[in-house]
T-cell receptor
């Protein structure tokens, strides 16, 4: 019962460094998404995907790239990290593309950019 | 655009007391509505969801929520709070139109429970 798996759980970067947050789900979900969580801001959508090869921007996409080469994986790339990207990142997936489908969340990846 | 408002940032209740967390949504039609809970250091877990029909929906851990169209509200309730309910609670909505993929979250309400 792995569900949604995120790695790494913790990461410290220096400004300007690049990294990739990994997300994998084993539920054959079509919809996958990345959120960032900041104190007092709730969860804000960064990017999402409705299937392999299809991605789109959410509310706060700047500074982040995504790709979806397989149904299972949806990595989030930071090409040049900035202190403003210090946050907790959550990957979430859903069986249904829209409507009633609930999101299943990973446990989060805490990123600090110095 | 959709929006979800949780007016209370932080609520403190005594163990055994009743609980009501407020949520208001903004959407032209009736959206799909969700309540999630997040324990410290964890991801979000679904408590309950509303699509249509009965305005009172039951969820896990003894929680329920009442949908009121006239007030654009979807408040979360629990008759008797347990210390383990201390967590952060998020209300969320998704549009009911075709192609409505995105889930919009409120900013959350942190619940503290006094033993």
């Amino acid at each position: 019962n792995a569900g949604v798996t995120q790695t790494p759980k913790f990461q410290v970067l220096k400004t300007g460094q690049s990294m990739t947050l990994q997300c994998a789900q084993d539920m054959n979900h079509e919809y996958m998404s990345w959120y960032r969580q900041d104190p007092g801001m709730g969860l804000r959508l960064i990017h999402y995907s409705v299937g392999a090869g299809i991605t789109d921007q959410g509310e706060v996409p700047n500074g982040y790239n995504v790709s979806r080469s397989t149904t299972e994986d949806f990595p989030l790339r930071l090409l040049s990290a900035a202190p403003s990207q210090t946050s907790v990142y959550f990957c979430a997936s859903s069986l249904k593309l829209a409507g009633t489908g609930e999101l299943f969340f990973g446990e989060g990846s805490r990123l600090t950019v110095l | 655009a959709q929006s979800v408002t949780q007016p209370d940032i932080h609520i403190t209740v005594s163990e055994g007391a009743s609980l009501e967390l407020r949520c208001n949504y903004s959407y032209g039609a009736t959206p799909y509505l969700f309540w999630y809970v997040q324990s410290p250091g964890q991801g979000l877990q679904l408590l309950l969801k509303y699509f249509s029909g009965d305005t009172l929906v039951q969820g896990i851990k003894g929680f329920e929520a009442e949908f009121k169209r006239s007030q654009s509200s979807f408040n979360l309730k629990k008759p008797s709070v347990h210390w383990s309910d201390a967590a952060e609670y998020f209300c969320a909505s998704r549009g009911s139109g075709a192609g409505s993929y995105q889930l919009t979250f409120g900013k959350g309400t942190k619940l503290s429970v006094i033993p």
